[in-house]
């Protein structure tokens, strides 16, 4: 598995938009508790399609929560979206 933190990373914190899958997205990255946990929520700009998902640092581990949807979704977009 990719490295977390790394995958939350590679978008800034507040809204950006991105590209996965041959669609844009709108994305909000949010940092809380001075790093210790942080939130994804994506909008599929023009569709229905949702990805969200909560990071938690514990005990120099991190571990993702997606939000009502495989894990495997959520790493399947962090992992391939691009900038818009």
């Given at each position: 598995m990719n490295?977390?933190?790394a995958l939350f990373a590679r978008l800034?914190?507040?809204w950006s938009e991105?590209?996965?899958d041959?669609?844009?997205w709108g994305v909000t990255r949010t940092v809380h508790g001075d790093g210790r946990s942080e939130?994804?929520?994506a909008e599929e700009l023009g569709g229905?399609?949702?990805v969200?998902?909560?990071l938690y640092r514990l005990d120099g581990r991190a571990v993702l929560k997606p939000c009502e949807m495989p894990e495997a979704k959520v790493l399947d977009f962090l992992e391939g979206l691009a900038p818009a």
């Open positions: 490295d977390l933190s800034p914190e507040g991105v590209e996965y041959g669609r844009r939130s994804v929520l229905t399609d949702l969200s998902a909560n």
